[in-house]
């Protein structure tokens, strides 16, 4: 890869604006719901299935759950988006809103919880 191909590449990838909001792993079998926050959806629910497959993830009762009844047990997703403000395309924090969303979600989900 040529140096201009790649300095494109990677100014890219710096200003991207990765989907942010609440990320979900929904046991079928239980009910129960692991909520978390996040800036890059995507990331962190790869991150996470990564920790659950490997048997690292933090918290105990998401893995166990994961051990019992296995990924097809489980329906991962982002439960809310968490939309830039266009009004201010530079602003890099979004940790209020995020924390807003994420008790709004954890609160009107029936059985829901922390993923960390």
């Not at 991207?16 to 926050?37: Q, V």
């Not at 009762?61 to 830039?84: N, S, T």
């Not at 201010?88 to 059985?111: F, G």
Request: glycine fraction near 6%; hydrophobic fraction near 35%; charge should be positive.
């Amino acid at each position: 890869m040529d140096k201009a191909k790649r300095k494109m590449l990677m100014m890219q990838y710096k200003f991207r604006k990765p989907e942010m909001g609440i990320i979900s792993f929904h046991c079928l079998p239980t009910g129960d719901y692991f909520l978390g926050p996040s800036v890059d959806t995507k990331a962190d629910i790869n991150s996470n299935s990564f920790q659950l497959d490997a048997y690292m993830h933090p918290n105990s009762e998401l893995q166990g759950l994961w051990k019992r009844y296995g990924k097809p047990a489980f329906e991962v997703g982002v439960a809310k988006v968490l939309p830039y403000d266009e009004k201010e395309p530079d602003r890099k924090d979004y940790a209020k809103e995020l924390d807003e969303l994420y008790r709004k979600c954890i609160k009107s989900v029936p059985h829901g919880r922390a993923i960390r």
